[in-house]
């Protein structure tokens, strides 16, 4: 079972990381939502790339929810940022896309981190959270849901950042609820838990922050930044009350590990540069950030230009030519 967990958690670093790439391109080209709202899934919904990305997350989420039966949370949330190697690499060979040379040091030293931390993890079933850990997570997800109501009005690079981290807190949720629920010995028993359905919730929200994430810039910022701020609360839940475990002697590893890991996907939101700009219809890319009376300013003064330019060509007088009548002069 153990080379079994291992091999679901390489598969999963690789769905993850196609799942990305395939929602950002998805998010780009859907109408830009300044707003929390769940019709973002349906718009986005109605793309078949992004359906095809959602089909690699919920692959990439099985594949992990198996893996937390036996691996520690810690290890499972930091190499699901792996996925961010997967995707830039998909990026720079299908779109092109150019990353900076921090960009890519900081990737390498994601890998590294995580080699750290694969060292150092110990696989063991998980503890049992109770009806108390049922609600706790569950004003979790209720407190997040109202930040991002907020945060969704931040564009660019701070709205990638702060929307990417709270989908990051939700998954976050969704990992916490998912370790023991994975224990579970029977199919009436998995169903007739409420740690299920906290954890589509949790994982419902946290695709749509996400998506309003990826709308705002760099989908490597938005994906860091999520990684970075799901990593921490989930390592330090597993292993206080979920059973999570290191390797004797390697405490060290895996402190370094995470650590190295934690600065790698900390600095990609400070360095990522915006791979694709959102998809508009002005020429200017100014006009995502103007506010309703600066378009019609501008609506109204491309008219005004363009009545003044056909009055003058109506106003010209025609230059005098040859008659067929007259003489030519030559």
Not at 185 to 209: K, N, R, T
Request: net charge positive; glycine share 10%; charged share 10%.
């Amino acid at each position: 079972m153990l080379s079994t967990s291992w091999g679901f958690l390489a598969a999963m670093v690789f769905a993850y990381g196609v799942a990305n790439l395939l929602q950002s391109v998805a998010a780009t080209r859907t109408k830009l939502h300044t707003s929390c709202n769940p019709k973002l899934l349906v718009r986005l919904a109605s793309h078949r790339i992004y359906v095809y990305g959602l089909g690699f997350q919920i692959l990439g989420f099985l594949l992990a929810f198996v893996a937390r039966k036996d691996l520690p949370l810690f290890l499972v949330q930091a190499a699901a940022s792996a996925g961010l190697g997967v995707t830039a690499l998909c990026g720079v060979l299908i779109l092109r896309w150019r990353l900076p040379k921090a960009e890519v040091g900081l990737l390498a030293l994601l890998f590294g981190g995580l080699f750290a931390l694969v060292i150092a993890a110990k696989p063991a079933p998980a503890h049992s959270i109770g009806s108390t850990g049922v609600v706790l997570l569950l004003c979790w997800l209720a407190g997040i849901a109202v930040i991002g109501v907020f945060a969704a009005r931040l564009h660019g690079a701070p709205g990638s950042v702060a929307l990417g981290s709270l989908a990051g807190m939700a998954f976050s949720a969704a990992a916490v609820a998912g370790r023991p629920l994975a224990s579970s010995h029977s199919i009436p028993e998995f169903v007739s838990s409420p740690l299920l359905y906290v954890l589509v919730g949790a994982s419902i929200l946290g695709q749509l922050l996400l998506g309003l994430a990826m709308q705002r810039g760099s989908t490597t910022a938005a994906v860091a930044s999520m990684d970075a701020a799901g990593a921490i609360p989930a390592a330090v839940i597993g292993l206080l009350f979920l059973g999570d475990k290191i390797q004797p002697g390697r405490e060290w590893v895996a402190g370094l590990g995470f650590f190295i890991t934690l600065t790698a996907v900390i600095g990609l939101t400070r360095y990522a540069e915006p791979q694709h700009h959102h998809a508009t219809g002005e020429a200017n890319p100014r006009a995502l950030t103007a506010g309703p009376r600066a378009l019609k300013a501008r609506a109204l003064a491309a008219r005004l230009v363009a009545a003044d330019a056909a009055r003058t060509v109506v106003a010209r007088p025609m230059p005098a030519g040859p008659t067929r009548s007259g003489p030519q002069r030559r």
